[in-house]
């Protein structure tokens, strides 16, 4: 049974022969390779190379999320500038501008908002004018052409950025604004929400026609952030509605809850999700392995080592004890992989380890 046969085993809940080692690794190895850190023997070896190398499995979205394209209306334009320091995008429309600055990290690997697009709840109109306008496209090129390139080493994924309140706190205002604005401005707020779920409709309708099996929602779901109440009056909703659509085509759900989640994961099984990525248990999160597999029954668990047992804190012995219990509880609804990445930092020799230890375990 090759990786993309054990994935899509593991979703059906059929017998399978061992865990899928499936770590992510693309931080690690961009962070790395720009500061000139690699080790001396992958220093010139692509991530697949690598991944090959370690006997892993690469997680299939880092490949095929460019497959999806937003296709802008015709009267929207849109500037994207650069310099050392950060990323600048503007949306022009006929009723106004937004400008969002992306600020890059010190190896240019990644960014983070340091300015959103909404600075007030008048922005919000000029929102709704660009995503009413919105569509989106499937490249069947790329997919042929990625699916080559990976080949069976994974099965494909695609990612849906945020839903609901969650776009409105990550990607376009900030949690504090956002979350001002809900409290002053619930209406107008909610009716942005109505506009976010318009503009899904459409994207949605897309991936139903699409090849991908599994779809994962990037939520980055985390109770400091979203609380109890929160998650279930906008985000509950969300999953249900997405999810039964998406089974009714035949496909899975899993959401990426990468944070605290421990007053949150009473929900899970309600939000027709096929699994959760990412959870970080304890130490590095605030939910053990037993209250964790209590909450989510035979939903699977995708990933689950903390990332933390990758640094130097943690001896070879408490990862082996640890990796042999996550096993022993979720087998088989099991993807085991690093929650949430692999530090820069990491000992990438602990993968390799890891993935000896498990190919020990019996299912």
């Not at 994207?80 to 600020?103: A, C, F, H, M």
């Not at 010190?106 to 007030?120: A, D, M, S």
């Not at 248990?281 to 939910?287: A, S």
Request: net charge neutral.
């Amino acid at each position: 049974m090759n990786n993309r046969q054990l994935t899509i085993a593991v979703f059906e809940h059929r017998k399978v022969d061992r865990i899928l080692w499936q770590p992510r690794l693309h931080h690690w190895y961009e962070v790395n390779k720009v500061r000139g850190t690699l080790p001396k023997n992958y220093s010139n070896k692509s991530i697949l190379e690598i991944y090959d190398d370690l006997e892993a499995s690469p997680r299939g979205y880092h490949f095929f999320n460019d497959t999806i394209k937003v296709i802008e209306g015709g009267d929207v334009k849109v500037e994207v500038l650069e310099d050392s320091e950060n990323v600048y995008t503007k949306y022009i429309t006929p009723v106004g501008s937004l400008r969002q600055v992306e600020r890059k990290n010190l190896y240019g690997t990644n960014k983070i908002r340091i300015e959103y697009f909404l600075k007030n709840v008048d922005d919000f109109s000029i929102l709704e004018y660009i995503l009413k306008r919105q569509d989106y496209e499937f490249d069947k090129e790329l997919y042929i052409k990625m699916e080559k390139l990976v080949g069976d080493r994974c099965e494909p994924i695609v990612n849906v950025r945020w839903g609901s309140i969650q776009k409105l706190f990550i990607a376009y205002m900030g949690f504090k604004e956002g979350i001002i604005a809900l409290w002053k401005h619930r209406d107008k707020v909610e009716k942005l929400l109505e506009a976010f779920d318009e503009n899904d409709d459409r994207l949605f309708s897309l991936l139903k026609k699409t090849p991908f099996k599994i779809i994962n929602f990037t939520d980055n779901i985390d109770e400091g952030l979203l609380s109890p109440k929160l998650f279930q009056k906008y985000m509950l909703p969300y999953y249900q509605k997405r999810t039964k659509e998406l089974h009714q085509v035949g496909k899975y759900c899993t959401s990426h809850w990468d944070g605290k989640v421990k007053h949150l994961i009473h929900f899970a099984k309600e939000t027709g999700l096929d699994g959760l990525e990412c959870i970080p248990p304890e130490p590095q999160g605030n939910i053990s392995l037993e209250e964790l597999k209590q909450n989510l029954g035979e939903m699977i668990l995708v990933d689950g080592i903390p990332a933390v047992h990758f640094l130097p804190i943690t001896s070879y012995e408490e990862i082996k004890n640890f990796v042999n219990k996550l096993v022993e509880i979720f087998k088989p609804n099991l993807i085991a992989g690093i929650s949430d990445m692999m530090p820069p930092d990491g000992d990438i020799e602990r993968v390799r380890k890891i993935g000896e230890i498990l190919r020990e375990c019996r299912i």
